[in-house]
């Protein structure tokens, strides 16, 4: 009796949450990942970064050194691309989004060093941050407009604007929303990331800048990591490294 109550409460838990079902690129539809590959045959090649069971819907929170808030938990690499052209946008659907998990929703692009789909470990790829959304109306709590509550309003849909002097290459995209609702204090932040391998194509030239493993992407006192959502805001910061817009 008491494992089923734990398992009902871990399954609630993972479904209130959202995951990115699928995504929209140069008008064509890619499937996301789910655990329910396992039972097919064959298992359907998507550019979608597979997750452990609590990569659908789960929270990564805390430890920001760790791997699992590179793609989410136990991240193995997509094993097909989405197509896009640089300076296309790309249409993210999570699953769905709660109304009270306010917070930005983050883009970063990190180049594969040849083939993304036999990547060894995500923690070896270097993300530059390309597109971010935080606060989009200040206010009271009862009155604000979060980029989660922009995208929950647009059918759940983010769309991700990929530079359009990106060089044409083979690159993964990490689409991450950070919910601020118990941000307030340290450890409280929960981060979702998804991770997708995209083949830019486009006659643009420039190569991004440096960037940095996700692994270094955040601290737990980071500003915009650790703060407070419950009284009147007026301002926020984006957390994580530069934005690059090419
Ligand atoms: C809303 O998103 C779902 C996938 O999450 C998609 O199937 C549907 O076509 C979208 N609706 C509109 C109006 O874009
Ligand atoms: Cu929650």
Redesign the pocket.
């Known amino acids: 009796m008491k494992s089923l109550t734990l398992a009902l409460g871990t399954v609630a838990t993972v479904s209130a949450h959202g995951h990115v079902?699928?995504i929209v690129a140069g008008g064509k539809y890619y499937m996301g990942y789910t655990p329910n590959f396992q039972y097919m045959n064959p298992v359907p090649k998507v550019p979608a970064w597979s997750a452990g069971g609590y990569g659908m819907g789960g929270i990564v929170a805390g430890q920001y050194g760790r791997l699992d808030i590179v793609c989410h938990d136990n991240p193995k690499p997509g094993q097909a691309y989405a197509e896009v052209k640089a300076g296309d946008s790309i249409n993210v659907?999570w699953?769905n989004w709660p109304d009270s998990h306010h917070g930005p929703i983050i883009d970063y692009l990190a180049p594969c060093p040849g083939d993304c789909t036999t990547l060894s470990s995500p923690t070896l790829l270097k993300f530059t941050k390309t597109a971010e959304a935080g606060l989009v109306k200040p206010g009271a709590p009862n009155t604000y407009i979060w980029a989660t509550d922009a995208m929950h309003k647009n059918?759940?849909?983010w769309i991700s604007k990929i530079p359009s002097s990106l060089k044409p290459g083979n690159y993964v995209l990490r689409n991450e929303i950070i919910a601020l609702h118990t941000a307030g204090t340290v450890g409280g932040a929960q981060n979702y990331p998804q991770c997708f391998n995209l083949k830019v194509t486009g006659n643009g030239g420039k190569a991004l800048p440096g960037g940095v493993p996700a692994t270094q992407f955040y601290r737990g006192e980071s500003q915009g990591i650790v703060f407070n959502i419950a009284a009147k805001v007026d301002s926020y910061p984006v957390p994580g490294p530069p934005l690059w817009t090419g």
């Open positions: 079902t699928g659907q699953s059918n759940n849909t």
